[in-house]
């Protein structure tokens, strides 16, 4: 934490707009937030409040570095990749939304996956409109949306902003087709995290 706080403070102002903390996916920040990882019989584990302390005090730090404006953060509260659970995602998110509504951060990004993905938690569903309830700041939401289902989501204040992630591998140009509402070129997941240019920088832009 002292490395990123020097390096925001020495950095150029105009290199970046500030930072996203990851606190998802099965990460470091992750595995102190839910109970079936975190076995720690100290401040930072056993009850939910204990569980968030160390996501909270990065939190804290880093806007106390940069301003709180500068400062989003990215969870997953229903992503069991790398095998990573928690007894009750909907008490330990429905928590940190509302503790988070203490730093007046630049947005708290979900990331959610796909209900036809093997990391999805079928048993618990989605926890956005939970966390829609919970978090009173800039909600940006990421689970699959298309074009369609993501203007929907602005349009029912389900979320404030909406991310797409893979799409952008696969077209490179998407915000122009979603302009044009022209057709969209499916990723192909067996190229992620390969060497090579295939499936990362040979996909096709749309012809002018």
């Known amino acids: 934490m002292a490395r990123s706080r020097l390096f925001f403070r020495v950095s150029p102002s105009g290199r970046f707009d500030g930072i996203e903390i990851h606190a998802a996916n099965g990460f470091l920040i992750d595995q102190f937030t839910r109970d079936g990882v975190n076995q720690l019989a100290d401040e930072y584990g056993g009850s939910v409040d204990n569980r968030l302390r160390f996501m909270l ?16 953060i990215r969870i997953s509260p229903t992503n069991k990749v790398w095998g ?16 988070l509504n203490e730093f007046n951060l630049a947005y708290l990004h979900v990331l959610e996956p796909k209900p036809d993905t093997p990391h999805f938690m079928a048993t618990v ?20 949306y298309t074009q369609q289902t993501g203007n929907e989501a602005i349009e029912n204040q389900e979320a404030d902003v909406v991310a797409y992630g893979s799409w952008f591998i696969s ?8 302009a044009r509402n022209a057709p969209i070129t499916e990723p192909n997941r067996e190229t992620y995290y390969s060497a090579g240019a295939v499936g990362y920088t040979d996909y096709p832009v749309m012809c002018a």
């Open 57 to 72: 005090e990065i939190v804290a730090d880093l806007c106390n570095a940069i301003g709180s404006t500068k400062v989003g």
């Open 84 to 99: 990573i659970r928690d007894t009750h995602p909907e008490i330990t998110f429905g928590r940190a939304a509302e503790k």
């Open 125 to 144: 569903g989605h926890l956005m409109p939970l966390i829609r309830q919970r978090y009173q700041g800039v909600l940006i939401a990421n689970c699959g």
């Open 171 to 178: 077209n490179p140009d998407l915000v122009a087709r979603f």
